[in-house]
């Protein structure tokens, strides 16, 4: 009677220790995983990774742009998107080697009718210019957030469930050449962000809503979007702006930033009036007339570098130069 109760409890034991194994094993199955990490991937897409060589290819000078503050145009009117799109931007331009600023589309649009008025004498320029806070500014980038989606998708595979949240997102976006005012891009594309959880005999596959799905979804739009926008920057030769006119020189706003050598070539360039499509009343460029050349001799700061005249006269602050390729 003793050898058979032993026997009896060393079965229990065995019996036990099953039952514990395979239920730390079916836990440790039902833990939800995620595909990316959303500070540091984006989705599936590995364009990431895009990003980070065409911002280590990037060969062009540290230009300022502005970002104004992206639309809100959902169906649904998704609460903030329009600000985070815009937040999450600001920090992939910073990244690829640009210098942001952000600014509301009034804000822009106040500058520019103030800058008009001064140049045609409406308005007296006294202590502060406005284009002193505007030709500082190479390209501005602005958009709309138009579409937003969450959908799940369940899967059962014998005993194994899962269910994965994407969430999906559609952005508008344009990149403008402030001194000419024409758009060099203007796209929309899609981004995408998933969140998949999963166990055995259903546990552990109940997934709650998560705030990082939306900010996963719009850093991949955002960061194809910059991605396109470095390759189109890469090819543009570098422009600047007429700081000072001196006998025989000129100082231009170049700088070592510019990552220009001592004898590069600038095309000196004379804005004229805005040229407006008549269909849509938009403005799509402007007139210019080149009014010489000049040589760059050295640079003077991170923003200012001297130029020789080469050919030419009547050379006035706020022309633009841009390299002779």
């Known amino acids: 009677m003793v050898t058979k109760s032993f026997g009896g409890f060393r079965a229990f034991r065995i019996y036990f220790f099953v039952l514990a194994g395979s239920v730390a094993f079916i836990s440790a199955s039902c833990s939800p995983t995620t595909t990316g990490a959303v500070k540091d991937d984006v989705s599936l897409t590995g364009q990431t990774n895009k990003l980070e060589e065409a911002g280590l290819n990037y060969n062009g000078p ?77 390209f501005r980038i602005s958009g709309a957030v138009t579409s937003y989606s969450e959908v799940e998708e369940s899967s059962d595979i014998l005993v194994a469930k899962s269910k994965t949240q994407v969430a999906r997102v559609q952005v508008d976006y344009a990149l403008v050449d402030i001194a000419t005012g024409k758009s060099l891009v203007a796209d929309s594309g899609m981004g995408e962000y998933s969140k998949k959880t999963g166990g055995l005999f259903g546990l552990g596959s109940k997934s709650t809503a998560d705030a990082g799905l939306r900010e996963g979804a719009l850093r991949d739009a955002m960061t194809k979007a910059m991605t396109k926008m470095i390759d189109k920057l890469n090819s543009i030769p570098y422009q600047g702006r007429v700081l000072d006119v001196e006998s025989g020189n000129l100082i231009v706003r170049a700088g070592t930033k510019s990552k220009l050598q001592s004898g590069t070539v600038f095309g000196v360039y004379r804005p004229g009036k805005d040229l407006v499509d008549p269909d849509t009343g938009r403005v799509i460029g402007k007139r210019e007339s080149q009014v010489g050349e000049v040589v760059l001799t050295s640079h003077q700061g991170d923003n200012i570098s001297e130029a020789k005249i080469k050919s030419g006269s009547g050379f006035k602050v706020g022309d633009v130069v841009r390299v002779i390729k």
């Open 62 to 138: 540290q230009y300022n742009v502005a970002i104004l503050t992206f639309e809100n145009k959902t169906p649904s009117k998704v609460l903030g998107i329009g600000e985070a799109a815009t937040d999450i931007l600001r920090t992939i331009v910073k990244k690829s080697g640009l210098e942001p600023i952000t600014l509301t589309d009034a804000e822009m649009r106040d500058q520019e009718k103030m800058i008009a008025l001064q140049q045609t004498g409406a308005v007296k320029t006294g202590k502060k210019n406005a284009a002193e806070g505007f030709d500082s500014i190479d």
